[in-house]
């Protein structure tokens, strides 16, 4: 299937996931102008006022940036919208989105044709993140475009599936674009996603250690020293598991091996959520052993551009029978 138009300025195939309190306007920016999706979730714009304020930025920056590098334009942003019926401010920040006619609107924690409906009225696409083939498949019936397949190792909200069956279970019926979240830390790892099915790579801890994200520089650091031992999944904090950095559960007083599990129906998209859940518990996903220091965004993804074409260098020699002896194929 032909991908959207809205992709086509992509430099690679990378749509950089939205994080609570991380993602603002500078990250998405940055991202955007290095040739990725840049995407971030409404409620991080707080008062819900200061969300037009961060759309007109990031429209305005994109757009001189587009004139100032006709060679290479900028690649659309993305704007995550929380569907979950505790979201009081999903119509007033949906309104904001048209008013910009943001070009990508993920939603998450719940599919809704009204939504997408309002979407495609102002030309836009959406994206649904999923974590099993059932909520997949519920969300293309109410008209999302495509799907964000997170399987384990995902940060943040997370699901449990390998993203091997996640995204063959997926591609059985779907053909339409699908990113692939879940411990993605490399170019090599971007180029696997698609091999395995996916158009793209859906990467947020990576761009947690990045200097334009909004994260405490302590934060930026335990990305930077973590592996994925450091990562515990756990339902306690929000209702609805997903993966943290043990070291900022301990910071809290809370033991990492016997968390009580938590409540789905407890969950709510407020300020104290936040603040409890994604401040003083910092999430991040199984891939942070890739992450070696604090870089801006331009150096990660050029570093993952790199990683990219060697990847797809070594598979040409491999296509090509230049694997060393002792791996290479008998003929008998």
């Given at each position: 299937?032909?991908?959207?138009?809205?992709?086509?300025?992509?430099?690679?195939?990378?749509?950089?996931?939205?994080?609570?309190?991380?993602?603002?306007?500078?990250?998405?920016?940055?991202?955007?102008?290095?040739?990725?999706?840049?995407?971030?979730?409404?409620?991080?714009?707080?008062?819900?006022?200061?969300?037009?304020?961060?759309?007109?930025?990031?429209?305005?920056?994109?757009?001189?940036?587009?004139?100032?590098?006709?060679?290479?334009?900028?690649?659309?942003?993305?704007?995550?919208?929380?569907?979950?019926?505790?979201?009081?401010?999903?119509?007033?920040?949906?309104?904001?989105?048209?008013?910009?006619?943001?070009?990508?609107?993920?939603?998450?924690?719940?599919?809704?044709?009204?939504?997408?409906?309002?979407?495609?009225?102002?030309?836009?696409?959406?994206?649904?993140?999923?974590?099993?083939?059932?909520?997949?498949?519920?969300?293309?019936?109410?008209?999302?475009?495509?799907?964000?397949?997170?399987?384990?190792?995902?940060?943040?909200?997370?699901?449990?599936?390998?993203?091997?069956?996640?995204?063959?279970?997926?591609?059985?019926?779907?053909?339409?674009?699908?990113?692939?979240?879940?411990a993605i830390g490399t170019g090599a790892g971007i180029l696997a996603a698609q091999a395995m099915g996916a158009d793209f790579a859906y990467i947020g801890s990576a761009f947690i250690a990045t200097a334009e994200a909004h994260a405490l520089e302590a934060y930026k650091q335990a990305v930077v020293d973590g592996v994925s031992g450091d990562i515990v999944y756990s339902s306690y904090f929000t209702g609805v598991h997903g993966n943290y950095l043990r070291g900022s559960i301990i910071a809290s007083g809370l033991d990492p091996e016997n968390l009580p599990e938590g409540d789905h129906r407890s969950l709510k998209f407020d300020d104290a959520m936040v603040a409890k859940a994604w401040r003083d518990i910092w999430g991040a996903g199984q891939g942070i052993g890739a992450v070696d220091a604090v870089v801006p965004v331009a150096e990660r993804v050029a570093r993952f551009a790199a990683e990219y074409a060697a990847a797809r260098a070594r598979l040409d020699h491999v296509s090509h029978g230049t694997l060393p002896a002792v791996i290479a194929p008998s003929h008998g």
């Open positions: 299937m032909t991908l959207p138009h809205v992709f086509d300025r992509l430099r690679l195939p990378v749509i950089g996931s939205p994080m609570f309190i991380v993602s603002g306007p500078e990250l998405v920016i940055a991202q955007c102008q290095a040739g990725i999706v840049g995407s971030f979730p409404a409620l991080n714009a707080r008062p819900q006022s200061l969300l037009d304020e961060w759309l007109h930025q990031i429209t305005e920056a994109l757009a001189g940036w587009d004139r100032a590098n006709p060679e290479r334009p900028a690649a659309p942003y993305a704007v995550n919208q929380i569907v979950h019926r505790s979201n009081a401010r999903l119509e007033a920040d949906l309104a904001t989105c048209a008013k910009w006619k943001v070009p990508v609107v993920i939603t998450s924690l719940g599919a809704q044709a009204e939504l997408n409906d309002a979407v495609h009225g102002w030309g836009g696409i959406t994206l649904h993140d999923v974590i099993d083939n059932g909520f997949a498949r519920k969300a293309v019936e109410k008209g999302a475009d495509g799907l964000i397949a997170v399987a384990v190792g995902a940060g943040g909200h997370a699901g449990r599936l390998s993203p091997f069956a996640l995204v063959q279970e997926i591609r059985q019926w779907f053909t339409g674009p699908l990113a692939l979240a879940g």
